[in-house]
């Protein structure tokens, strides 16, 4: 079956290109102009991937992300028209992917959506074959914070923590290098990997997630603990 990519877009012209370049790739196409279509057809069409306009009628980009993330993990590549800040963060808090500001060139477009499908595939790999082949546990233990890698999960105080799959893959890799001053830019490189187009904003806001997860007071965290100048250090 080929893979399926939903584009949730009100502009005629932009639906159109769009539609035609992802077609000449390969892939299967479907679009809608409106919030509240967009949520009926993922949830019945199940896309591969979601490019996903902030400003549409019905619902606007960031509350049909949000109701998504309630019931599926399928990657959401969010487009604004606007450079400002505050859409990107806010776009990454309700559970974007990636970001792309208009106007952008295809070649770069296609290039994200190539990341975020090969990153989705390598995840459902990964389960299939801890499914296939059960091994023994692997835990991290840090007081009352447990990291299970082998089920892929937190726990604190002995609940278990709900966690995006990024956060999780940015908390383990802090607590396998515990103590070492961790930069931007290489906890980006080695947690979303050399592919993504982003930048260090992303660690920031999933490391503003993280404390107030795991820290007893989130303003003043003992636990990840920022170095001035340099990035992030896990203390444990």
């Known amino acids: 079956m080929s893979t399926r990519i939903l584009i949730v877009e009100d502009e005629p012209a932009l639906q159109e290109t769009l539609a035609y370049n992802l077609q000449k790739e390969g892939y299967e196409v479907h679009v809608t102009a409106d919030g509240y279509q967009a949520l009926e057809t993922a949830r019945f069409w199940t896309p591969d991937l979601i490019l996903l306009d902030i400003m549409l009628p019905g619902l606007d980009g960031f509350e049909v992300c949000r109701r998504l993330r309630r019931e599926m993990n399928t990657p959401v590549l969010m487009l604004t028209a606007r450079d400002d800040e505050i859409d990107r963060v806010v776009g990454l808090e309700v559970g974007a992917d990636d970001y792309l500001t208009k106007p952008f060139s295809m070649r770069e477009l296609l290039a994200r959506v190539k990341a975020q499908l ?119």
């Open 118 to 236: 090969r990153r989705a595939q390598l995840l459902r790999d990964e389960i299939v074959r801890s499914a296939a082949a059960p091994a023994p546990q692997e835990i991290l233990t840090f007081e009352n914070l447990t990291i299970n890698i082998t089920r892929r999960e937190a726990m604190l105080n002995g609940q278990i923590l709900p966690m995006k799959p990024k956060e999780y893959e940015l908390l383990l890799f802090l607590a396998q290098h515990r103590g070492q001053m961790l930069s931007r830019e290489f906890i980006l490189e080695r947690v979303w990997g050399w592919d993504y187009i982003g930048n260090s904003r992303t660690v920031d806001v999933h490391i503003r997630w993280l404390r107030q997860k795991i820290e007893k007071n989130p303003a003043k965290p003992e636990r990840i603990v920022t170095v001035r100048g340099g990035g992030y250090r896990f203390e444990g």
